[in-house]
């Protein structure tokens, strides 16, 4: 059975992108996915501090709710975050999340000595965001951010689904048609990862 990380970076608990990502989930437990669901606002998780005790072993040695995360990060085969746009970059929750991941980066590049661009990467990635305003540039910046995140937990940004206009809770039930998109790529995601170790 695959394994899905599905990753709530919103501080709001029923916020648009979680009810987007709620869908998601669905979408792949009803693929036959085994979805582990993490509400980053729920957990203890410092930033990262810079110093570089990862480059020992590729593990951070912060002693918090990171720790748990890391293991699922991988163990699974799909990873799905959704996070809001806050001042066109992602949530501060997510952004502490992704800081900590710098050990995964020291596993990857330092230890391990991968060469970015070469070789098969074995995760893929679904990428959810919402913002209140409309500019072209809205997502421009975090799809950067979030490609390069991925790209440390050995996953490709496999989709992104973005949406505008959308501010106030529960903003996102008036478009059903987004929700329904969420609902099909988490099918997707489960299927697109069926098989992968
Ligand atoms: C601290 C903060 C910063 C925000 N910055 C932006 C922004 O730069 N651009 C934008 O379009 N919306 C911005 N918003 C609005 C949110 O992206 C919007 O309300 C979104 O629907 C929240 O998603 P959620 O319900 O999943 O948390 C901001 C909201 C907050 C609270």
Known sequence: MSRILAIYGSPRRKGNTALLLKQAVQGAKEQGAAVEEVMLRDLKMAPCLEIYACKK?????????????????????????????FFYTVSAHTKIFMDRCQSLWAKRYLLEKAVRGEGERTKKGLFVSVGATGGKKLFEGTLLTVRYFFDVCD????????????????????????LEEAYS?????????????
């Open 57 to 85: 072993d590729g593990r951070c040695v912060i002693k918090d709710d990171f720790q748990g995360l890391y293991d699922s990060i991988l163990a699974c085969q799909g990873i799905m975050l959704a996070s809001p746009i």
């Open 155 to 178: 996953a490709d940004l496999w989709r992104y689904l973005l949406y505008r206009g959308l501010d106030f809770e529960g903003d996102v039930l008036k478009h059903p048609e987004y």
């Open 185 to 197: 790529a988490g099918k997707e995601l489960a299927q697109a990862v069926e098989g992968l170790k």
